[in-house]
T-cell receptor, first 114, second 114 residues
Framework: GAVVSQHPSWVICKSGTSVKIECRSL??????MFWYRQFPKQSLMLMAT?????????EQGVEKDKFLINHASLTLSTLTVTSAHPEDSSFYIC??????????FGQGTRLTVV | LAKTTQPISMDSYEGQEVNITCSHN???????ITWYQQFPSQGPRFIIQ???TKVTNEVASLFIPADRKSSTLSLPRVSLSDTAVYYC???????????????FGKGTHLIIQP
């Protein structure tokens, strides 16, 4: 299957700072990638669709100014959590597109804001 | 994507066969059924996908009755390492995750005991 690499695996940052998470497709090119968020003991929730060369599409309730998404190339999408606060602490996961419901996910990034 | 219903949790023992059933009463003609496995602090991993009858791979089997309103993921001879959350998703193979991102339900937390 397709390989999606996410970095870093975990990050701790101070409240008010910004954190960037990278998502790379290693063996395929993707005009579209997806970002999810998962709180403890909950399911994955789609945050936004990252579109290469154009603006990201955000799901209802997700602040686009807080979660900046950049998809500058066909193999890299980045998610920047700006002015992070403790309530932004979560597990962030990216995925490449797939066929229907078959998608390939990154390893995830555990963000802890202190 | 069609809504799915799964048991919240299941327990079993090493060496047993485990069957997890998913209900999807509103499945559409073009929809496929896909199962994912997620370990703590990791991204979901694709397990198996099917449309009707039976699909088998090296990891699991997927049984789909003729009316396709439910499906059963069968894990043969489970081990402790099969303890994870299992998600059932239903969607159109032509769009779904390829264009719109995935909608995850609550999943089934499978716990395997020695």
């Amino acid at each position: 299957g397709a390989v999606v690499s996410q970095h870093p695996s975990w990050v701790i940052c101070k409240s008010g700072t910004s954190v960037k998470i990278e998502c790379r497709s290693l063996d395929f090119q993707a005009t579209t990638m997806f970002w999810y968020r998962q709180f403890p003991k909950q399911s994955l929730m789609l945050m936004a669709t990252s579109n290469e060369g154009s603006k990201a599409t955000y799901e209802q309730g997700v602040e686009k100014d807080k979660f900046l998404i950049n998809h500058a190339s066909l193999t890299l999408s980045t998610l920047t959590v700006t002015s992070a606060h403790p309530e932004d602490s979560s597990f962030y996961i990216c995925s490449g597109p797939g066929l229907g419901t078959e998608a390939f996910f990154g390893q995830g990034t555990r963000l802890t804001v202190v | 994507l069609a809504k799915t219903t799964q048991p919240i949790s299941m327990d079993s023992y090493e060496g047993q066969e485990v069957n997890i059933t998913c209900s999807h009463n509103n499945i559409a003609t073009n929809d496929y059924i896909t199962w994912y496995q997620q370990f703590p602090s990791q991204g979901p991993r694709f397990i198996i996908q099917g449309y009707k009858t039976k699909v088998t791979n090296e990891v699991a089997s997927l049984f789909i009755p003729a009316d396709r309103k439910s499906s059963t993921l069968s894990l043969p001879r489970v081990s402790l390492s099969d303890t994870a959350v299992y998600y059932c998703l239903v969607g159109d193979i032509e769009s779904g995750g390829g264009a719109d991102g995935l909608t995850f339900g609550k999943g089934t937390h499978l716990i395997i005991q020695p």
